[in-house]
């Protein structure tokens, strides 16, 4: 999603030197995803790493112990899932 904005913020700064009015739209644009895009509470399980979300994204804290742990559990479903649905990448792991 991130590199859809950057393209969009792209194109409309190649506009802009032909209408200023387009600049001012990218400006906006940078706005929203730094505002929005990006800290954004998105999905549960979204972020990686420990409760206080030091590694991975690092852009949500969970506020709750409980939170933190429906979010690792999730996550772990999701693994499980994954390896159940390509073994065969799991058999290259080992050898």
Partial sequence: MGTLVILAILA????GFSNPV?????VALVYLHVRYGRTGQGSPGSSKGGPSGSSGSGSRMDTSYSAYRRRRDQQARWERRYRRERPWMARRKGS
């Fill in 12 to 15: 409309l700064v190649v506009l």
């Fill in 22 to 26: 387009w600049w001012l739209a990218a």
